[in-house]
């Protein structure tokens, strides 16, 4: 190989995250309620593999060839059984990175319909919904618990490569998890946390 062939392959290319697996998106959902916004949040299904009972936002994994915002719109079209075209996108939000090797990507929109009754949810996928007020999340602070990532190798890992051996020390890493109580309900982990960085955008 050249190093002109080396410099037409990576010149041009768009950088991404290294180890990532999966890429999902989200939406936030904003609707009025007697003139006062606020977040729509689903209870997962009993029938998800993952995370069932969970709170979460409307949102999975990104199909080939669609565009991030194109997912989160569908996500929460199929989920929420509401047209996409009740559903104003307003932008986009910081996206996270999580410990296990993907990305979410964080959109913001209206839902433009008379009243939060009318919205039936995919029974498969959605056990019901409920909003809180943006009032609640702009005048409380999240709770913040720190959670420690450690290594752990496989048996066969080959230690005696390395300069130390087996006594090798791996580096940990601080993950923060996040946690509302709004009156019965909590909104933890993931969401919480993608909560909050929109909070925080919009407070400052």
């Known amino acids: 190989m050249k190093i002109k062939t080396i410099k037409e392959k990576i010149q041009n290319r768009i950088p991404g995250p290294t180890r990532i697996q999966h890429y999902y998106s989200v939406l936030i959902p904003l609707i009025e309620i007697n003139g006062e916004i606020h977040l729509i949040y689903e209870l997962r299904s009993q029938n998800l593999k993952t995370q069932p009972g969970e709170v979460s936002f409307p949102g999975g994994r990104i199909e080939r060839g669609e565009e991030f915002s194109q997912a989160a719109v569908r996500e929460c079209s199929e989920e929420l059984l509401i047209p996409e075209s009740k559903?104003?996108?307003?932008?986009?939000?910081?996206?996270?990175?999580?410990?296990?090797?993907?990305?979410?990507?964080?959109f913001v929109g209206k839902i433009n319909i008379d009243s939060i009754e009318s919205i039936k949810v995919n029974n498969y996928e959605v056990e019901e919904i409920f909003t809180v007020p943006l009032e609640f999340f702009l005048n409380h602070q999240a709770e913040k618990y720190a959670a420690v990532l450690k290594s752990e190798f496989d048996q066969d890992f080959p230690y005696h490569l390395l300069p130390q051996g087996e006594k090798f020390n791996p580096r940990q890493g601080d993950y923060q998890i996040y946690f509302y109580r709004y009156q019965d309900r909590v909104i933890w982990g993931i969401t919480a946390e993608i909560t909050r960085s929109f909070i925080e955008i919009i407070k400052h």
Do not use: S
């Open 87 to 106: 559903i104003e996108l307003l932008g986009e939000a910081d996206y996270l990175i999580t410990p296990y090797n993907f990305i979410i990507y964080t």
